[in-house]
Structures are given as C-alpha cells and as structure tokens.
C-alpha cells in the first residue's frame, strides 16, 4: 500500500500505539528536522543482537542533562576515542580513575599539586627548578646535603698515612 500526502500531515493517538515491523524500516527527512518529544516518561532503545552507529557528517552533537547522571557501561569491550582538536574537561567535583595500569604518551603539564600516595619509579632524570626536600625535618636538602669523607694521605710528607674528615656534597 502507497499513500501519497502532498501538503502537512498530523496523525493523534489519544492511547497507546504500537508498530510492529518484521523487515527493515528506514525514516528520510529530505529537508527540515526530526523532534521526539517526551513530556513525561522515558526513551529506552534496546539492541538484542547488531550495532548501533550514529554519524554526524557535518555539524555539532550536543547532550544536555540538566539534572541526573550519565552512565556509561561497557561490561565486555573497549572505549576508543579519536580526537582531531582539543578535549577539553571542566569538572566541579572530583575525577577519580582506578584502572590496573594507565599509560600516558604526551608531554604532561600539571599546574597545581601532585599527591603520591603510592611508590613512584623514574626510568628519566628529574629536573627541578625549585628545591627538592623531604618533609621530615626539612631534612635533607639535596643541594646541601652532605656526606662525612674520609680520605688518607699516601704521600711521603709529614701528614703521610693520616685520615682526614670532611664535609663534601654527595
């Protein structure tokens, strides 16, 4: 069956409606936008077998929550995202990441505090501009930390096979 509707068209349903269809259905909006408005209830779309792709070939993808949670549960599988600009990420609250291992390839810049609760191993040199100290004490230093020497002389003069101590950076 064809029917063919040449000027506007609104269909109203005062109860429920169901449409049950065992092939394949395929809505075209040549011109203009698509609104599903859901005053008061739910939108749940479920997949038992297949996938799901949406693409935007040209525009923007906006979510807007005003009030509730997004949850995203990826209980078998990966998350993979590719970015071509810039993510960028304004949290109020806190970020928490617990994952076995995380690996970061990118040059990292943290302007604020760094809390390690955990051990820390460097297979690189670290460069610092300021002073690095423990916190006990203020103890030690590394740029006046010092370490007793003691050396001998081996010469043939008066001070020859005497120790001497002294103070040299480590």
């Known amino acids: 069956e064809v029917s063919r509707i040449v000027n506007d068209h609104y269909q109203v349903v005062c109860k429920d409606d169901k449409i049950y269809i065992a ?3 395929d809505v075209t909006v040549e011109k203009g936008n698509v609104t599903i408005n859901v005053n008061t ?5 479920n997949i038992l077998k297949g996938d799901m792709t949406t693409t935007v070939s040209e525009g923007n993808v906006l979510t807007t929550v005003s009030k509730g949670n997004v949850n995203l549960d990826v209980t078998e599988g990966n998350v ?3 970015i071509g600009g810039t993510l960028n990420a304004d949290v109020v609250g806190n970020t928490t990441f617990t994952s076995p291992t995380t690996k970061m390839t990118t040059n990292l810049t943290v302007d604020g505090t760094v809390h ?5 191993t460097n297979k690189k040199s670290i460069v610092a501009d300021g002073e690095i100290q423990t916190l006990q004490n203020n103890k030690p230093k590394l740029s006046t930390h010092t ?4 050396s001998m002389d081996t010469g043939q003069g008066t001070n020859a096979g005497k120790k001497n101590e002294s103070e040299k950076p480590s």
């Open 147 to 150: 370490h007793k020497t003691i």
């Open 23 to 25: 092939g394949n259905a």
């Open 41 to 45: 209830g739910n939108v749940t779309t």
């Open 80 to 82: 993979d995202a590719q």
């Open 116 to 120: 390690i609760t955990g051990a820390q």
